[in-house]
């Protein structure tokens, strides 16, 4: 087979960039190693910035998104007995942020590649890069058995951080950068009806909790836990029982429990891999980056990949102007590390840090650094204007 963009990958980076490309009459083939409902059943990440909903708006698969989706204006930060609300749209100057589920971007996007006709092939075995630095690269890969070639002109390496398209980079070439945190997040999803109507990031002696949503009769919880803690640890009553305690006082009243839909452990970590290109072969979204989901950059991360990826390949076979296939890595990463340091500084100050190792550091005294960083930031408009601006995402940024 030949193609113009074997995409590497089926989760929404992978498909909003093939939605994207078609769009631009640019034909493009996915590659998945797992199954459609495998992908569909990945709970992830719901708060989207102004540029992520744009570009799913220009793909043409907004419909359901613009429909269902829930604009918010701001979120709380509570501790120390205090709440502090960050009115984003006050403090950006008209900028919001918009809550739905990451589960129903993919859903929305594999069907509209579904109903146009495009190429997606599902459970893909020994996937392999070929050739990537040459004007002529491809891929191999094994359905039941037998092996297929895919000839293409690029190739976008959206398989997230365990995925072939990052080992493909020989290590002499890549830099990683990473940070384990020592502690993971406990999530819990609901159909209860979310205990507020926007987002509430808790700073408590027992540890960070976040009251989110992904909609009027959905919640999506989460507390910090060690990282010695498994899901089968926290029965559904236990959960409830430890997040009440972190919520503020009269927040935890208005509570309703139910039976979770799905329980999760995610253990927290920032990752960069650098550079995002190697030859043809561009890395997008988890497979060159990850956050902490403390401010929440994700998906939104990937979505900016995206979109340089796109105006670039779109120039490249509509122009003919190969010149700014270059300008991918240094564009992507200018973004990925503002959006790394953000949830970085999020990370550090909403949660509790005691007794766990913290570079050698002593934790008390970092403790105490980022109870004045809380308080300072959230203390003046100005600063509370910094984490409204970065919260709703910075600009995509254009070719030269």
């Known amino acids: 087979m030949k193609t113009q963009v074997a995409i590497i990958g089926a989760g929404p980076s992978g498909l909003l960039l093939g939605q994207l490309l078609a769009r631009q009459g640019i034909d493009n083939i996915i590659v998945e190693r797992v199954t459609?409902?495998?992908?569909?059943?990945?709970?992830?990440?719901?708060?989207?910035?102004?540029?992520?909903?744009?570009?799913?708006r220009e793909a043409g698969v907004s419909e359901r998104m613009d429909?269902?989706?829930?604009?918010?204006?701001?979120?709380?930060?509570?501790?120390?007995n205090r709440r502090v609300r960050i009115d984003m749209k006050q403090l950006t100057g008209g900028d919001t942020v918009m809550v739905y589920g990451q589960t129903e971007i993919t859903k929305d996007l594999m069907e509209a590649r579904a109903a146009a006709g495009l190429q997606t092939i599902y459970q893909a075995d020994n996937v392999t890069l070929h050739d990537v630095k040459s004007k002529t690269p491809s891929v191999t890969y094994e359905i039941n058995g037998v092996k297929h070639h895919l000839e293409c002109n690029y190739i976008a390496g959206c398989d997230g951080f365990h995925g072939?398209?990052?080992?493909?980079?020989?290590?002499?070439?890549?830099?990683?950068?990473?940070?384990?945190?020592?502690?993971?997040?406990?999530?819990?999803?609901?159909?209860?009806?979310?205990?507020?109507?926007e987002l509430i990031y808790c700073k408590h002696e027992r540890g960070f909790a976040l009251a989110s949503l992904r909609s009027a009769s959905r919640s999506r919880y989460y507390i910090q836990v060690p990282l010695s803690d498994k899901v089968e640890d926290w029965s559904d009553g236990d959960f409830w029982t430890e997040f009440k305690k972190r919520l503020p006082a009269d927040t935890a009243k208005n509570l309703v429990i139910g039976p979770s839909i799905e329980k999760s452990i995610a253990p927290l970590r920032s990752f960069v891999c650098e550079p995002m290109q190697y030859g043809n072969l561009f890395l997008v979204g988890d497979a060159a980056h990850i956050v902490p989901p403390t401010g929440a950059k994700g998906l939104n991360l990937a979505?900016?990949?995206v979109s340089a990826l796109y105006k670039i390949l779109t120039r490249v076979f509509k122009e003919n102007d190969k010149s700014c296939i270059a300008q991918y890595s240094d564009i992507a990463l200018r973004r990925v590390w503002h959006g790394e340091r953000f949830s970085w500084w999020m990370t550090n100050m909403l949660h509790n840090f005691e007794g766990l190792s913290i570079n050698g550091a002593d934790d008390r005294t970092f403790e105490k650094f980022m109870a004045s960083e809380l308080d300072y930031y959230t203390g003046y408009e100005a600063g509370r204007r910094v984490i409204a601006q970065q919260y709703v995402g910075?600009?995509?940024?254009d070719l030269e």
Do not use: C, M
Request: glycine share 10%; proline share 7%; charged share 25%.
């Open 164 to 197: 072939v398209s990052r080992q493909t980079i020989p290590k002499n070439v890549r830099t990683e950068y990473e940070r384990i945190y020592p502690f993971g997040w406990l999530g819990l999803l609901s159909d209860t009806p979310p205990v507020s109507k």
């Open 67 to 80: 429909r269902e989706g829930e604009i918010h204006e701001g979120f709380e930060l509570a501790f120390n």
């Open 303 to 305: 979505a900016s990949d």
């Open 394 to 397: 910075l600009p995509y940024e």
């Open 36 to 56: 459609g409902e495998y992908v569909l059943g990945r709970i992830r990440a719901g708060v989207l910035e102004q540029g992520f909903v744009d570009l799913v």
